[in-house]
């Protein structure tokens, strides 16, 4: 099986419902520009890889209208392994996310729908 364009550079190391842990791989296409000197995984890498990620989960998901209470702590460098994980809120019409690594919190916030 093909790996969908938005995985490239991504490893998944595992999967536990609406958890995902992945691993940003050594020379990921996915940070190109993000530095030269010191790549990192741009904050809007990390909004998309959460939409793909919902939507695997949640296939006949909404698509999403705004972003919430956006918050970045930390960034991703190549080789860092990081959890993802999300949790759907229908009654608000939202989804609230959130991207940890062993340093704590990266990225937090709600998708709108």
Same mark, same amino acid.
């Given at each position: ?26 020379? &990921? /296409? ?8 010191? /790549?990192?995984? &741009? ?13 695997? $989960?949640? /296939? ?5 209208? $705004? ?11 190549? =080789? ?9 809120? /229908? $009654? ?5 996310? $959130?991207?940890?690594?062993?340093? =704590? ?9």
């Amino acid at each position: 099986m093909d790996c969908p364009p938005i995985l490239d550079g991504f490893e998944i190391v595992d999967r536990v419902g609406e958890h995902w842990n992945l691993r940003l791989a050594h020379g &990921s /296409p996915r940070c190109a520009g993000h530095f030269p000197q010191d /790549p990192v995984l &741009s904050a809007v890498g990390q909004i998309q890889l959460v939409d793909w990620l919902r939507r695997q $989960a949640h /296939p006949e998901a909404a698509t999403w209208v $705004a972003l919430e209470d956006l918050r970045c702590r930390r960034v991703l460098r190549p =080789g860092a392994e990081f959890g993802v994980h999300f949790a759907e809120h /229908p $009654a608000k019409r939202c989804t609230s996310f $959130a991207i940890e690594c062993a340093q =704590g919190e990266v990225t937090r916030g709600r998708m709108r729908w």
